[in-house]
């Protein structure tokens, strides 16, 4: 038992390991892709920190050689240039001239005055006075102008010197280039007799320039700028230099991110390893392992195909930017770091769980299909082919959709016409918030008002209230279902009411067919007990064998019956129809009955044409249906009253009625006697099965005929129309 208990916390103990693991891997992974870029021993010289400081050092470099060429050697106006100093005396000596022009005016209206009283020594004075301050002004604005030559020589001066200095003092960068024009050479340098030899022992790195490069090398630009120069050359990085060098650091920098990213490779190699083969033991020995696993996927098919999938790329992106966004190697080792590793380890064994599920979902194709059927784009299909069956539904709920979103961006423009301060834009968005306000709720609170009152109405049809019905208005969608659900309703309580008479009449076919079996078969039974005694006469038993043969008779007839009308109500029996003149079966069932109606004390007014009337029919059957109504009237008519037969045939459509004095009185329904073991006696006391109305009705209609009953107070009347 110990042993057992103490397995099972080791396999939940590998369980969670294994689970750490692959959040480790996933880790690990995610950084070693990340920094792909530095597993290259020159790492640091192929990135854009290297590109940038390159670039700014060359373009200083071809400023100071280039640009700023024997510039020690220059004057002044040479070092500013001809166009500098233009440009310094143009805006001087427009200020000048401004100063000028006032001092002019001033004088002009003073010594203007002086002409007018010719006062010539006045006047004299006044323009040696003006052109003393003119003198004055020149001089000024002519020192102006050296003074600004020289703060813009002085200022030129130090950008020199601060190139020079950033060339020629800094250690880390040297460089070796030849002007192939001019043949001169450019370099940092000392004592330097043989650059390649210079390079192969002193040079940490090294690139030269110009050089065959595609246009998405970082060097591009400085490479076409020797090109278009005619220069040509190389920038060294030594191995050794004094003093600090952010290069230098930078380069160090790389070099542990990429002895770093190493051993992630390997230690990704190592748990990925490790967590498979714990996987693949639990998953051999331990049900611990595959019911966990079995469980989240039954749980993950309950959420429809392609949201899963949706909610799989979403996590997945969530995860990938989480561990791209972290920082989990550094030191010390904190709570932090365990908390991100189980945040990481939940969500990568969800991304496997997931990937194990749609690998096996990509096997099954019926699966497939299955998980097609029940995904949100599938159903949103059907909704779709659904909801355009009824385009003017479909038109009124995207009418609806787009009424609210120009509502909802009418406010906003509002807002912002607020804040802007433009009347238009408020004025239009204002009209269009009102026209939607006094429009739209008001036809969905109709609508809602009108669906409340088929709910409710609903609501009462299902409790039973089948005289409850639902008041529409109008004509619209909702008005039509109300209806449907009203006429609904009252097809059902037909419905129902056909359902408790079919009831009520079975009850009454079992008590018929009851009474009317059990008659024969009790008189049978009990004339069967007399012949067993011994004294009876051989008169008395000839008479209760008469009774017995007419008894048994009598029942073979009624169960003859009921299977012929069970067969005809059933479809099941076949009939020959050919073609058959009906005026002469008459004439025969008539003649069948010529005893009976003898006999009896009913006079019988027969009206059958001479000539033949054809039609095709069942000849046996269509006899049997007028033999039924033919006995039915010697049996149930009052004595001593007439009964009228007559065969009409009119266009084409034969008819042939019997009406006849009813001897008791006619209280049933007319659909009723239809019914078998229905008997118009409800006393039962003449003979009869009451089956016989049923068979002829059947047979008729299985010839495309029908049988009609009429009643007018004791009259009977049956219409056959063939």
């Given at each position: ?9 080791l ?21 070693f892709?990340?920094?792909?870029e ?12 290297f ?8 373009y ?14 220059k ?6 240039g ?23 005016n001033?004088y ?5 005055n ?43 001066d ?5 190139l ?27 004592n ?19 050089r065959?490069?595609?246009f ?19 920038f ?28 992630e490779?390997?230690?990704f ?7 498979i ?20 996927i ?5 959420i ?40 990481t ?26 998980e097609?059927k029940?995904?949100?784009?599938n ?30 961006m009418s ?57 409850y ?12 279902l ?22 009520r009449l ?6 018929n067919v009851?009474?009317?079996?059990k ?16 004294d ?22 009624l ?5 012929e009308?069970s ?57 049997r ?7 039915n ?11 009228y037969?007559?065969?009409?045939d ?17 209280n049933?329904?007319?659909e009723e ?5 229905k008997?118009?006696?409800a ?7 009451g ?8 047979i ?13 107070g ?5 219409i056959?129309?063939?």
């Open positions: 038992m110990g042993i057992k208990l103490k397995n099972k916390y396999n939940k103990a590998a369980l969670i390991l294994t689970v750490y693991l692959f959040g480790f891997s996933f880790i690990l992974a995610i950084d892709v990340g920094h792909t530095y597993l290259k021993s020159d790492s640091y010289f192929g990135s854009s920190l590109k940038n400081d390159l670039s700014s050092f060359f200083n470099l071809k400023s100071f050689h280039i640009d700023y060429k024997d510039y020690e050697k004057s002044n106006y040479d070092k500013l001809i166009e500098t100093i233009n440009d310094i005396k143009t805006n001087y000596n427009s200020q000048l001239k401004e100063e000028q022009n006032k001092i002019n001033d002009i209206y003073y010594i203007g002086e002409s007018k009283i010719k006062d010539n020594t006045v006047i004299k004075a006044l323009t040696e006075e003006r052109d003393k301050k003119l003198k004055k002004l020149e001089e000024e604005f002519s020192l102006k102008i050296d003074e600004e030559i020289k703060r813009q020589v002085a200022d030129k130090m950008e020199f010197n601060a020079k200095n950033s060339l020629f003092e800094r250690e880390d960068i040297k460089y070796y280039i030849k002007n192939i024009s001019t043949g001169e050479i450019y370099s940092n340098i000392k330097i007799t043989d650059i390649s030899v210079y390079i192969k022992d002193k040079a940490l790195y090294s690139i030269e320039f110009p065959n490069l595609n998405r090398d970082p060097f591009l630009s400085i490479n076409n700028e020797f090109k278009s120069l005619n220069l040509e050359g190389y060294i990085i030594p191995k050794e230099f004094n003093g600090y060098s952010q290069m230098i650091a930078n380069y160090n920098y790389y070099n542990s991110i990429r002895e770093r990213v190493i051993i490779g390997a230690l190699v190592i748990c990925i390893g490790v967590a083969l714990i996987s693949l033991y639990l998953n051999k020995n331990n049900e611990l392992f595959i019911e966990p696993i079995n469980t989240f039954k749980f993950l098919k309950i429809p195909l392609d949201l899963r999938i949706l909610i799989f790329i979403f996590l997945l992106t969530i995860t990938l930017s989480y561990l791209s966004s972290i920082s989990f190697f550094y030191f010390p080792i904190n709570i932090d770091h365990f908390f991100k590793l189980t945040i380890s939940i969500l990568t064994l969800y991304v496997l769980l997931s990937l194990l599920d749609y690998i096996n979902l990509i096997k099954n194709k019926k699966e497939i299909k299955i097609f029940k995904s949100m784009l159903k949103f299909v059907i909704l779709l082919k659904e909801s355009s069956a009824n385009k003017s539904i479909l038109f009124k709920v995207i009418s609806i959709f787009i009424f609210t979103c120009l509502f909802c406010v906003a423009v509002f807002i912002l016409g607020i804040s802007g301060s433009s009347t238009e834009i408020v004025l239009i968005s204002l009209i269009c918030i009102l026209a939607y306000i006094i429009t739209i709720p008001y036809y969905v609170l109709k609508k809602v008002s009108v669906f409340n009152n088929i709910f409710e109405g609903s609501e009462e049809i299902v409790k039973g209230n089948l005289n019905e639902i008041k529409t208005k109008g004509a619209g969608h909702l008005s039509r109300a209806n449907n659900i009203n006429n609904m309703k009252e097809g059902y309580k037909k419905s129902l009411e056909e359902q408790i008479k079919s009831e079975k009850s009454e076919l079992i008590t009851s009474h009317d079996l008659t024969p078969l009790t008189s049978i039974v009990n004339y069967v007990d007399l012949l067993k005694k011994e009876l006469s051989k008169e008395e038993i000839q008479g209760y064998v008469g009774i017995l043969d007419r008894k048994t008779q009598r029942l073979k007839v169960i003859e019956d009921l299977f009308a067969k005809l109500a059933s479809g099941s029996i076949k009939l020959n129809i050919e073609k058959v003149d009906v005026a002469a079966i008459l004439r025969q069932t008539l003649g069948e009955f010529d005893e009976k109606i003898k006999a009896s004390s009913l006079k019988f007014k027969v009206n059958i044409p001479n000539h033949k009337v054809y039609a095709h029919l069942d000849g046996k059957k269509t006899w249906v007028f033999e039924n109504l033919i006995s009237a010697l049996k149930y008519s009052m004595p001593n009253t007439r009964v037969i007559d065969l009409v009119y266009n084409g459509k034969i008819t042939m009625t019997i009406k006849n004095i009813s001897s008791y009185e006619m049933f329904n007319v006697i239809f019914e078998r073991f008997r118009g006696d006393s039962r006391n003449t003979e009869g099965s089956l016989g109305l049923a068979i002829a009705k059947s008729l209609e299985l010839q495309g005929g029908k049988l009609n009953i009429e009643i007018d004791d009259l009977f009347k049956a056959v129309e063939i």
